[in-house]
């Protein structure tokens, strides 16, 4: 099983760790061992997230007088870890990341098994 994942992530090297979500006394299901597997075949999904996330942050971005590096996705977001969803079904990958403009429910980027990208508050994926 794998505890961290070292990614480039938009031009920078992270080291990310590794949450899998399982439940109390339960260990880490296959569906979670292939969810990263894959994930991490297709890691262009990651560059493809950012016009998403740029998105999705753009209001907040373009609002902030103080942020003179709005061009810049790390002034404003910075990836923390990859937490892997339990889930049997629809296996899913959250990057999840600090957030300046939301500190206290942060961000989350959502790559499905088939790679599509959904970006939202963390508790999209909790």
């Known amino acids: 099983m794998i505890d961290e994942l070292e990614l480039t992530i938009w031009g920078r090297k992270f080291l990310l ?3 899998y979500e399982c439940y109390v006394g339960e260990s880490v299901t296959e569906n979670q061992i292939s969810a990263l597997e894959l994930f991490v075949r297709h890691l262009d999904w990651i560059e493809k997230s950012k016009v998403d996330i740029v998105n999705y942050c753009k209001d907040k971005v373009l609002e902030d007088e103080e942020n003179d590096k709005k061009d810049n996705i790390f002034s404003y977001i910075k990836p923390e870890q990859l937490f892997i969803k339990h889930d049997l079904e629809n296996p899913r990958i959250a990057m999840m990341c ?5 500190p206290e429910h942060g961000l989350a980027v959502v790559f499905s098994s088939e790679g ?8 999209i994926i909790l």
Do not use: S
């Open 17 to 19: 760790p590794i949450v």
């Open 116 to 123: 599509e990208v959904i970006v939202g508050t963390q508790d």
């Open 98 to 102: 600090k957030y300046r403009y939301d």
